[in-house]
């Protein structure tokens, strides 16, 4: 494999890469993804070294990923869950970090409910840090595998990193305001040279997010409160979860569960608006039946399962380059 170097550290949001850098994970993930159709499902690339999955919120998907990942790529990897750690008896993230250095791991993946709880930790440990979402913040590598699966079925791997998805329109449906996998998907998309239309309720977007990664999102990226004109004739249309879990103590932003599906989701009828060859991702969970019709959530247009598939490629990228070579040693996959 030819090897050129990852100019980061860590990977703690995909605002800290250009779209050369996305493209050498894109690309890295496409070559491991055949790893996982082997009967034998491991190499020997990250023997001997150690990675822990320190998860202070719930996952059911990213957590296992990882772990598949890194075992996959024979590293150890030992996972912490919040209920089992240490910071239910009152120690801080920072203690945590430093003890868990103390036992000298190469790569800690951490999810925490506080924005900007990766880059605190990232400055207190002098291992790899990867961000598996950061309260509503970010979340990378769920982003790096949806534009591995668009890039996929729909974009030019032979492109310029900046236009392997230019001429193709996301429309990205659903609670805007507590999404990490939109805010990152909104960066990672432009920045490959794709449109982007955010659609939700007035209530579910924060004002001036076609900002959020300046003069490129604010060209590439358009809110488009309703759905039928959002989805119309898009090639990707990406639902989102309604995160109920983040509203804490905010008053209701939308009528009911009922109105906000009615209005929303997407049904085979309101699939009609995007292209007919259009594909339908999530990133998961799923609440079927609201955000997403379950003929479509099963339906051939379908590729949520696919980016399951594709998230441990991906991770398993995103471990090689931080966690692989370090050191002036070289790896080989
Ligand atoms: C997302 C998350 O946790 O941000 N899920 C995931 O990582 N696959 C989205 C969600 O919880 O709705």
């Keep these: 494999m030819t090897e050129t170097a990852f100019p980061h550290r860590h990977l703690l949001g995909i605002a800290d890469l250009s779209a050369a850098d996305i493209v050498q994970v894109l690309d890295l993930g496409d070559t491991f993804l055949e790893i996982g159709e082997r009967p034998i499902k491991k190499v020997p ?12 919120e719930n996952s059911t998907r990213t957590r296992t990923s990882f772990e598949i990942a890194a075992k996959r790529m024979s590293a150890d990897a030992v996972n912490i869950s919040a ?10 993230l920072i203690d945590t970090a430093r003890n868990l250095m103390a036992m000298r791991p190469d790569v800690i993946v951490v999810r925490h409910a ?21 309260g509503q913040h970010e979340h990378p590598t769920q982003a ?23 001429g193709l329109t996301v429309a990205i449906v659903g609670d805007i305001a507590h999404s990490r996998v939109a805010r990152s998907n909104l960066l990672a998309l432009t920045r490959l040279g794709a449109q982007v239309r955010l659609c939700a309720p007035w209530t579910l977007i924060p004002r001036g997010i076609e900002d959020l990664g300046g003069a490129e999102t604010r060209a590439r990226c358009r809110v488009v409160p309703q759905l039928a004109e959002a989805l119309d004739g898009v090639d990707v249309v990406m639902m989102l979860r309604v995160q109920n879990e983040r509203t804490g103590g905010e008053a209701p932003r939308f009528a009911n569960t009922r109105e906000f599906s009615r209005t929303y989701g997407l049904s085979p009828r309101t699939l009609g608006f995007a292209k007919p060859d259009a594909i339908v991702m999530h990133p998961g969970p799923i609440n079927r039946g609201v955000e997403l019709a379950p003929e479509v959530a099963d339906g051939d247009r379908a590729v949520i399962l696919e980016q399951v598939t594709w998230g441990v490629a991906t991770r398993m990228a995103v471990l090689y380059l931080l966690g692989g070579v370090r050191g002036g040693e070289a790896a080989a996959a």
């Design 45 to 56: 690339t990250l023997r001997g070294r150690t990675v822990i999955n320190l998860f202070f």
């Design 83 to 92: 209920a089992a750690s240490s910071t239910t008896k009152g120690e801080t």
């Design 114 to 134: 506080m924005g900007g709880a990766a880059h605190m930790l990232a400055r207190s440990v002098d291992c790899a840090v990867v961000n598996a979402g950061d």
């Design 144 to 166: 790096l595998l949806d534009a591995a699966t668009i890039r996929r079925h729909k974009g030019r791997r032979d492109a310029p990193p900046d236009q392997q998805l230019a």
